[in-house]
Structure formats: structure tokens, C-alpha cells
């Protein structure tokens, strides 16, 4: 099992830590957990709550779901139910998940085995884009580096498959997603400026009038994107608050009042970087 610290106090936390770890080294993510444990992909928040600790009491059928999925033996629940810390201090052989073989940690390897389930086509399409967001979603929580470099390949393969206008839209954006989080692991300022790039690619292949909220939201990322790789420079700066400005554009604070709260948000950070410069 993990090592955990006294600060995980409750069971639900502690339970939630070795799932995670299990998880992890499986190769999955939370979607396929949630896949393997309720049947359901989209129930992937339900895997998030309690490994982060939020499901302080899971109940007994979800730990057994949990404990087959993962193949974790009882005398481990009883152990972090007692908060036994020789119990907790490593991780026993014969709790490989069933749900998939150990995968290595190896980009090339973990990208290979994601596409061979991949069919060729628009369906296949969509479904790379479904793998890519929850690849994206396992990155922003793990900071792994190999997390970020898988997510970034993904959008790649995808954006090689994207035909029709609205396809090559949702890849390029899926791509400067993938490139914004990998910039926080390494080659920051190559990674934004290659995703402010993609993003205004994105946002010419995106007929607003067509497509605005989408469009909209192709210039809230430009923006972000845009703020982060200016730190000082004022041009930068200035062109991330005309990014701002244009996402609000279209939106209607009542109809959409997410979206144009984040595009709102984002307006105000670079407006107050630009007047500190």
C-alpha cells in the first residue's frame, strides 16, 4: 500500500489514497475505474471524490465494487480501517488490478495500446477525443510528466484523423489543452507559444457565426494560454485582454452564465497584470 501520512485521519481517505495508487499503477484512469467498478465511464467524478479524500464513510457494497475491480484483499481494508501504518507502508504483489494488465510507464507503449482500441473513422475519432479528455483530466491531477506527454501525442493522432472543419476544431483545441498543461512540466515557454498557435488555427478553422460558443470558448483558452506566456511582456498582455474581449463577445452572462464568468475572470487577471506593468 501507499505510504500515508497522520494527516489522512478517516477511512474514506485512506481508502480512497490506495485506490488511487492502485489506479495509477495500473495505467488507468478515472474513467476507466468507474467503467470497471459501476459499469458507467461518466461516473469518473464518483473515483475522484474518494480519492480525494471527500467520501469520508464509502459504503460497504461500493468498497466490495472497488476491492473487485481492483482485486484488493480484505485484510488491506481492515488494515486502513485501523490505520495500521506497517500495513499501509507498501504495496503487496498480488494486488494487480484486474481491470487491465500493469501498464509500463512508457509513452510510446501506453500510446499504442490506447490506439490499437481506437477504429478508423469519425466514430474513432470521437472516441480518441473521449480517451484524449480523460488522459487530460488524469494529467491535471497527477503533474506526471509521462501523464502530460501521453495526453499531448493523443491530441496529435487526433488532430492527423480530423477531416471535417468542426473535427480539426475539437482536436487543434483538444492539442493547445494538451500543450497548456504540458507546459508546467518542462519547456514552458515552447510548449505556450506552440498552444497559442494551435489556438488561433483552431479559431480560423471556427466560423463564429456558425459555432459561437465554441468559438467563444477558443478565445477564453487563447487568452489563458496568451496571459501565461506573457509574464511582463505588455504586447502579450494586451493581446490577452483582446482575446478576453472577443470570447465575451457572443456570450450572454444570463444564458451562459459559466462561460462568460470564466472569459469575465480571465479579463480582469490581464487587465491587472497589464496596468502592474
Avoid at 481494508?77 to 504495496?91: I, Y
Avoid at 492539442?175 to 480560423?204: I, N, P
Amino acid at each position: 500500500m501507499p505510504e500515508l501520512t497522520d494527516t489522512i485521519q478517516t477511512f474514506g481517505a485512506r481508502f480512497g489514497a490506495h485506490v488511487s495508487s492502485l489506479r495509477n499503477a495500473a495505467g488507468l484512469s478515472q474513467a476507466d475505474l468507474a467503467d470497471a467498478v459501476f459499469g458507467n465511464r461518466k461516473r469518473g467524478r464518483d473515483v475522484a471524490s474518494l480519492e480525494s479524500g471527500k467520501v469520508a464513510n464509502p459504503t460497504a457494497p461500493t468498497i466490495k465494487k472497488y476491492c473487485t475491480a481492483l482485486n484488493i484483499p480484505d485484510d488491506h481494508v481492515a488494515a486502513l480501517r485501523d490505520g495500521d501504518p506497517a500495513a499501509q507502508g507498501t504495496t503487496p504483489s498480488d494486488t494487480t488490478p484486474k481491470t487491465a494488465p500493469s501498464a509500463p510507464k512508457d509513452t510510446d507503449a501506453i500510446v499504442t495500446r490506447e490506439l490499437s482500441a481506437i477504429p478508423p473513422g469519425r466514430d474513432g475519432l470521437l472516441q480518441l477525443l473521449d480517451r484524449h479528455s480523460d488522459w487530460l483530466q488524469r494529467a491535471r491531477q497527477s503533474h506526471d510528466t509521462i501523464d502530460m506527454e501521453i495526453t499531448t501525442e493523443l491530441a496529435r493522432h487526433a488532430k492527423s484523423r480530423a477531416n471535417a472543419p468542426i473535427e480539426q476544431v475539437r482536436a487543434l483545441e483538444a492539442l493547445a489543452l494538451s500543450l497548456m498543461v504540458q507546459a508546467r512540466g518542462g519547456e514552458r515557454k515552447a510548449r505556450l507559444t506552440e498552444a497559442v498557435s494551435v489556438l488561433r488555427t483552431a479559431s480560423d478553422h471556427c466560423a463564429r457565426a456558425k459555432w459561437p460558443l465554441r468559438w467563444s470558448k477558443l478565445q477564453t483558452n487563447l487568452g489563458r494560454a496568451l496571459h501565461r506566456l506573457a509574464k511582463n511582456d505588455r504586447a502579450i498582455l494586451e493581446q490577452s485582454v483582446a482575446a478576453f474581449q472577443a470570447a465575451l463577445e457572443p456570450l450572454d452572462a444570463k444564458a451562459y452564465p459559466k462561460q462568460w464568468q470564466a472569459a469575465q475572470s480571465g479579463l480582469t487577471r490581464a487587465r491587472t497584470a497589464l496596468e502592474k506593468g
